[in-house]
């Protein structure tokens, strides 16, 4: 079965401290990863996904499939960073594609 | 940068009632979905919809459940007898024409049920 787990449901750093906020996935072919951000009172709105392999407000992510990971990382979090985080599987249906979404991660910066 | 609208931000209505939410997808966007987000819970799938019809639809999805496309541009979820536990935050997303196209998402609509 599809399924993307996110095992924190909050995660607290100081700024300037590394952030790690971690996503296993389970699926049976090729996965297509996006990690989504929503900012308090905002939409949901996309981060990165993992074909671009790109690095987007300081964030990264590797896909490891070894391990059925997306783990979103950061190295110097800032306060700004605050918001909920939302790991999400691309899955192919019959004529259509759906998103399979983790539970969400929220995560504060502190002072 | 073009945006996905959604309207109104808040419905508040009464059990048993019909409630209409209502979405303008990007206009050059070809797949249309929504989503169910209830409070403190993950986001859920509700249905998808292509080329004017239904395209996928979880089992939230229901009779009580319909969408619709009534004029080329707003994407309508029609709740017919609302119940205390629909209650959410409703987002609907569109996405351009190829498959790994990200979902662009509306701010969503909070339904509440009284």
């Known amino acids: 079965a599809q399924r993307v787990t996110q095992p924190e449901k909050l995660l607290s750093v100081f700024k300037g401290a590394p952030v790690e906020l971690k996503c296993n996935y389970s699926?049976?072919?090729?996965?297509?990863l996006f990690w989504y951000v929503q900012y308090s009172r905002q939409r949901l709105q996309l981060l990165l996904r993992?074909?671009?392999?790109?690095s987007i407000k300081g964030f990264t992510a590797d896909l490891n499939k070894g391990e059925t990971s997306f783990h979103l990382k950061k190295p110097f979090a800032q306060e700004e960073d605050s918001a909920m985080y939302y790991c999400?599987?691309?899955?192919?249906?019959?004529?259509?594609?759906?998103?399979?979404w983790g539970a969400g991660t929220k995560l504060i910066i502190k002072p | 940068e073009p945006e996905v609208t959604q309207t109104p931000s808040h419905q508040v209505t009464q059990m048993g009632q019909e409630v209409i939410l209502r979405c303008v997808p990007i206009?050059?966007?070809?797949?249309f979905y929504w989503y169910r987000q209830i409070l403190g819970q993950k986001v859920e799938f509700l249905v998808s919809?292509?080329?004017?019809?239904?395209?996928?639809k979880s089992e939230i999805f229901d009779d009580q459940f319909s969408v619709e496309r009534p004029d080329g541009s707003n994407f309508t979820l029609k709740i017919r007898s609302t119940k205390l536990e629909d209650s959410a935050m409703y987002f609907c997303?569109?996405?351009?024409?190829?498959?790994?196209?990200?979902?662009?998402f509306g701010d969503g609509t909070r339904l509440s049920i009284l």
């Open positions: 993992h074909i671009s392999r790109e």
């Open positions: 699926y049976s072919g090729s996965p297509e």
């Open positions: 999400a599987l691309l899955v192919p249906m019959d004529s259509n594609y759906q998103l399979i």
């Open positions: 206009s050059n966007h070809l797949y």
């Open positions: 997303a569109s996405r351009a024409g190829q498959y790994n196209q990200p979902q662009h």
């Open positions: 919809f292509y080329n004017n019809e239904i395209s996928e």
